[in-house]
Nanobody, 119 residues
Framework: QVQLVESGGGLVQAGASLRLSCAAS????????MGWFRQAPGKEREFVAA????????NYADSVKGRFTISRDNAKNTIYLQMNSLKAEDTAVYYC????????????WGQGTQVTVSS
């Protein structure tokens, strides 16, 4: 089992920045990748960004490319999402997720952290 705890959400104005953190604990040694997803009110959950746990490979949704940066600190078992130039449409609950080696999907999820961007 892997436990994930997000933090860093809040209320900001458009154009501001926020950094989300996700601390992982438990069985992390066979983590293949970790990612961030978000779900806005009335919408389905969508992919935001992901990072390989033991490599530098990252990928992003087109809607956040150039504004968001995902990073990790393996020593702290923590990933981050630096969000710059925030827009009202970035308002959502942001979830951290982990995917184990050999798994097709993200099987572990955090409780989510609210990000609200006022225009």
């Amino acid at each position: 089992q892997v436990q994930l705890v997000e933090s860093g959400g809040g209320l900001v104005q458009a154009g501001a920045s926020l950094r989300l953190s996700c601390a992982a604990s438990g069985r992390t040694f066979d983590t293949y990748a970790m990612g961030w997803f978000r779900q806005a009110p009335g919408k389905e959950r969508e992919f935001v960004a992901a990072i390989r746990w033991y490599a530098s490979t990252t990928n992003y949704a087109d809607s956040v490319k150039g504004r968001f940066t995902i990073s990790r600190d393996n020593a702290k078992n923590t990933i981050y999402l630096q969000m710059n130039s925030l827009k009202a449409e970035d308002t959502a609950v942001y979830y951290c997720a982990a995917r184990r080696v050999g798994a097709d999907e993200y099987g572990y999820w955090g409780q989510g952290t609210q990000v609200t961007v006022s225009s």
